[in-house]
């Protein structure tokens, strides 16, 4: 035999075997820049190697060889599906074992055709594609396959087959869900890896149910649970599940992770926290969606008696609204009483020009003026037309601070100054006073509140969903619960003294004259 020969004569008995494929197919003895993980003692008599995949990474592979060798696909009777979806912690090496399957694949399966995608753009081309590259160039077939990294045309072709023989790179992108179509492989695999499949909109995933449906499918879904909605989270949680292989990964269990880090986040957040779960423990978060503010204390704040402080400051958050459905609104908030001054028709605008809105809150401040309160913090909306109603008040000598929405937060645990805002509003809800749930106000306050959803970033950070993606739902732009979040942009100080005790004399008529001489 040739060298070749030997070696697809080699590859024939992995056929069912894909933790033997990649035990075989890599230099496990000889490489070091592979040799970061010591094969569980289980493994090491199996194979005659100290070095190999992290122990979940060999049951998963022994698993999936079980999975093949009981449907026993012949080549031309098509098979049931193989579909597996794990959701894992940070850090467990996901691309590694996506980088596996698409080998084992395409050297053990003449004619194969798969497709690979990430959540992100940049998630597939320079890790899941990059991480593919690596692996294949030490592999035992390397030299079968030609590698492509171009943009556009990312593709792991075999050098005589190259259209019938092939494993394509797309992006997630909604617009590309076409791409996901039509690809068969009767006398094949028709295989699909998604990384970071939280991110992967359900769109592209039902496109993909279209190549499952000849010869031995194979679908492999990989992510954290930031999302405790969509089909990742069906698949693992839902109504999918039974349709599926699922595993939970915890990130402490794997070899690779970095403790010290996971320790921190438990430290910093809670090991009951949905961050840690998310990150750490491989499961999705409690909630029983991504909504962010929970209905429960939305509702406690609104059925809250008043208390009244009479050294509370004013504070007045502007949401600024570009022309079309959406509102202007003007929010004033005085200590945690965010109920008795907000009112639609004095604080809600629709198609009013910047100068116009600045005029509006002008004449907001006299009239607490003229009730003995001076704003101790305005803060408004400085992006789009809100550029204006700041240039406006600043014209005026209007005291103001101007809030850009998608600065990112000085605080570790938001991505953006938005976020950290409705963070903070989410942390006061159970002690702040809400418009009651009946009223025209509180109704409108609700839905806003309650029907935004987020996420969580690779970096850690809790990121809201974005108005854009809202509306997409068909949900409105939460202007109001945006102008509330503005009030707690910045601290700010307590009035020194009560409300009243400095009010502007105003003139008012009296019975009582007390020039007139007479004794009362």
């Not at 060798?69 to 193989?82: H, K, L, M, S, Y």
């Amino acid at each position: 035999m040739t060298p070749d020969e030997q070696i697809a004569d080699d590859l024939a008995n992995f056929y069912a075997d894909p933790l033997g494929h990649v035990m075989y197919s890599y230099p496990w003895d000889t490489e070091p820049a592979i040799q970061m993980v010591k094969l569980p003692k289980r493994y090491q008599g199996r194979f005659d190697s100290v070095w190999g995949p992290d122990e979940w990474a060999c049951e998963f592979l022994d698993d999936l060889g079980f999975e093949i060798a009981t449907r026993g696909f012949d080549g031309r009777n098509a098979v049931e599906p193989i579909r597996y979806a794990t959701v894992s912690g940070h850090g467990i090496g996901k691309s590694v074992i996506a980088s596996w399957l698409i080998k084992f694949i395409m050297d053990t399966r003449p004619r194969s055709k798969g497709t690979v995608t990430a959540g992100t753009d940049n998630q597939l081309r320079t890790k899941t594609w990059a991480e593919l590259g690596k692996w294949n160039k030490m592999s035992a077939t390397g030299h079968w396959f030609d590698y492509n990294t171009g943009r556009g045309s990312m593709s792991l072709t075999h050098k005589r087959f190259k259209e019938d023989w092939r494993c394509d790179a797309q992006t997630s992108r909604e617009e590309n869900s076409e791409n996901f179509a039509g690809q068969h492989a009767a006398g094949g695999t028709s295989f699909y890896v998604f990384d970071e499949a939280s991110a992967v909109p359900d769109s592209i995933y039902k496109v993909r149910n279209g190549g499952l449906t000849d010869g031995e499918p194979m679908v492999f879904d990989f992510g954290n649970g930031t999302r405790n909605s969509g089909q990742f989270y069906e698949e693992c949680e839902g109504t999918l599940k039974h349709r599926y292989r699922t595993n939970h990964i915890d990130s402490r269990s794997v070899q690779i992770t970095n403790k010290a880090y996971l320790q921190e986040l438990i430290d910093d957040f809670g090991l009951d926290s949905d961050i840690v779960k998310v990150r750490v423990r491989g499961m999705f978060p409690s909630s029983s969606s991504m909504q962010y503010m929970p209905t429960a204390d939305v509702l406690g704040a609104m059925d809250r008696p008043l208390v009244t402080d009479r050294f509370a400051p004013l504070v007045i958050g502007v949401d600024v609204a570009r022309f079309g459905d959406d509102d202007t609104v003007i929010y004033p908030r005085v200590g945690l009483d965010c109920r008795s001054y907000f009112s639609r028709e004095k604080c809600v605008f629709n198609g009013l020009t910047g100068p116009q809105i600045a005029d509006k809150i002008i004449k907001l401040q006299e009239e607490f003026r003229d009730m003995g309160m001076e704003c101790a913090g305005l803060f408004v909306d400085g992006g789009s037309i809100g550029a204006s109603v700041v240039d406006h008040l600043g014209f005026l000598g209007v005291d103001h601070v101007d809030v850009n929405f998608g600065e990112m937060s000085a605080e570790r645990e938001f991505r953006y100054v938005s976020d950290q805002m409705w963070g903070t509003l989410k942390k006061q809800l159970p002690r702040i006073m809400l418009p009651h749930e009946l009223t025209d106000e509180g109704k409108e306050l609700k839905d806003q509140l309650t029907q935004r959803e987020y996420g969580i970033t690779l970096g850690n950070k809790i990121h809201l969903e974005s108005k854009k993606d809202m509306k997409a739902r068909g949900i409105g732009s939460p202007d109001w619960a945006d102008a509330l979040a503005l009030t707690f942009r910045s601290p700010v100080r307590p009035r020194s003294n009560p409300a009243g005790a400095q009010a502007k004399p105003k003139e008012a008529t009296h019975e009582y004259d007390p020039f007139d001489g007479k004794e009362r």
